[in-house]
Structure formats: structure tokens, C-alpha cells
């Protein structure tokens, strides 16, 4: 089974970006779907992004459309979450999952593995 590892979080101020990466171990990286997730205190794991195996399709939470995007480098095993115009409420712990069953997955039932997560804060 694939293990991912999630970073690139941190503390950004409003309007800020950052890149969050995730890299995926083993040789079947291509085999999964991609997504990621966040989680705030309090509140339910949510969907944020996913991506199809080959990279050729995305799907996006309206409350991130035009704003975040995903992507994913198969050469590298690793795929990206590149966030920006961050507001305070994207603050959450991030994860990144994988998917061997569907293609453009949105539901946390879906996937298979999951990160460890990495934090975002954007402060106002």
C-alpha cells in the first residue's frame, strides 16, 4: 500500500499563498487518484481537491475553486496543493489521500491511505 508524507504547511497572513507537497513511496503512485483534505478543530474532515491518475482531470470544493490547485508529478511520486489568496478560514490540518478505486474520488470513504497532515494557519 502506498505511505505518503505531507509538508509544506505553516503560518501565512491572509491573501498569502503557499505549496503544500505530498510524496507518495513505492512504484504504483500512477495506480491511485489523489486528493486532498483538511480538518479544523471542531468540525469534519472535508473535501477539498482531487486528481485522476494520469493528472488529466480535477475537481475542486467550491469553497476553493479558482483559488487552490492540485497537481501531481508522476516522475517524482509526489502531488502538490498549491493554495493561494488563503482566507482564515482555510486554517486546518491538511491531508493528502490516495484512491485505487476511483477516479476523481470526493468523499473520505473512497481512499485508501492517508498522510499524517500537515497545518495551515492564515492569520487575519
Known amino acids: 500500500q502506498v505511505q505518503l508524507v505531507e509538508s509544506g504547511g505553516g503560518l501565512v497572513q491572509a491573501g498569502g499563498s503557499l505549496r503544500l507537497s505530498c510524496a507518495a513511496s513505492?512504484?504504483?503512485?500512477?495506480?491511485?487518484?489523489m486528493g486532498w483534505f483538511r480538518q479544523a478543530p471542531g468540525k469534519e474532515r472535508e473535501f477539498v481537491a482531487a486528481?485522476?491518475?494520469?493528472?488529466?482531470?480535477?475537481y475542486y470544493a467550491d469553497s476553493v475553486k479558482g483559488r487552490f490547485t492540485i497537481s501531481r508529478d508522476i516522475a517524482k511520486n509526489t502531488v502538490y496543493l498549491q493554495m493561494n489568496s488563503l482566507k482564515p478560514e482555510d486554517t486546518a490540518v491538511y491531508y493528502c489521500?490516495?484512491?485505487?478505486?476511483?477516479?476523481?474520488?470526493?468523499?473520505?470513504?473512497?481512499?485508501?491511505?492517508w498522510g499524517q497532515g500537515t497545518q495551515v494557519t492564515v492569520s487575519s
Open positions: 486528481i485522476t491518475r494520469s493528472g488529466g482531470s480535477t
Open positions: 513505492g512504484r504504483t503512485f500512477s495506480r491511485y487518484a
Open positions: 489521500s490516495a484512491s485505487s478505486g476511483s477516479s476523481l474520488p470526493v468523499t473520505t470513504g473512497q481512499y485508501d491511505a
